[in-house]
């Protein structure tokens, strides 16, 4: 049994700062690496981040452009997504997934990820 919990979201101004974090519990010890991924109203679930368990490798979605930083802390479970300066278009639901498929690289796909949290709204103002 693996759960996956979500907090942090809520309302941000553009060009302020928010904090995801990511609490994972169960079967964790399968894990080989956490993504944050977002959906937006009519839009289809994309890769925003992720990391491998051991925090060795991340990977970001292009259109970031640097202002998003994916961390864990795999002796607590927990992966964050730091989000500095968030747009307006980046409000969605953010959900924290764990893939348990060992792979070369940091998977992008959501189809690579087994396991799923709740989702946490993001809302950015302008």
């Known amino acids: 049994q693996v759960q996956l919990v979500e907090s942090g979201g809520g309302l941000v101004q553009a060009g302020d700062s928010l904090r995801l974090s990511c609490a994972a519990s169960g079967r964790t010890f399968g894990f080989v690496s956490m993504g944050w991924f977002r959906q937006a109203p009519g839009k289809e679930r994309e890769f925003v981040a992720g990391i491998t368990w051991n925090g060795h490798r991340t990977s970001y979605a292009a259109s970031l452009k640097g202002r998003f930083t994916i961390s864990g802390d795999n002796a607590k479970d927990t992966v964050s997504l730091l989000m500095i300066n968030p747009k307006p278009e980046e409000t969605a639901v953010y959900y924290c997934?764990?893939?348990?498929?060992?792979?070369?690289?940091?998977?992008?796909?959501?189809?690579?990820?087994?396991?799923w949290g709740q989702g946490t709204q993001v809302t950015v103002s302008s």
């Open positions: 997934a764990a893939a348990s498929e060992l792979r070369s690289t940091v998977p992008t796909n959501r189809n690579d990820y087994s396991y």
